[in-house]
């Protein structure tokens, strides 16, 4: 699943796809939760739209979550303490369920 383990942080992989027009989750891809952010990739704003979209999910303060890595790719991994394999499951299955 799209959910790793990752220096005994639980992490979630992320592939971006940077200037869409709205910044929500497009579907799972390769393993990985393809995320559509309206943000272009200049000046960390995309990074800025991906934590800020994943802490409001998660419902966590965005200086709770660490990109570990990828900051320079479309592949990332997001990373937190605040939260485990079960919880973060269960809150991608609430969002995806709902759209």
Aim: some cysteine.
């Amino acid at each position: 699943m799209c959910i790793v383990e990752v220096k005994q942080k639980t992490g979630l992989k992320v592939f971006v796809q940077p200037k869409a027009s709205k910044t929500k989750i497009v579907s799972i891809h390769d393993d990985m939760v393809k995320l559509a952010v309206a943000a272009p990739p200049v000046d960390g704003k995309a990074n800025k739209e991906v934590i800020a979209f994943f802490a409001r999910l998660l419902q966590v303060k965005k200086s709770d979550l660490v990109i570990a890595s990828g900051a320079h790719s479309r592949r990332k991994v997001l990373v937190s303490d605040l939260f485990d394999r079960d919880m973060l499951r269960q809150k991608l299955s609430d969002y995806i369920g709902t759209k």
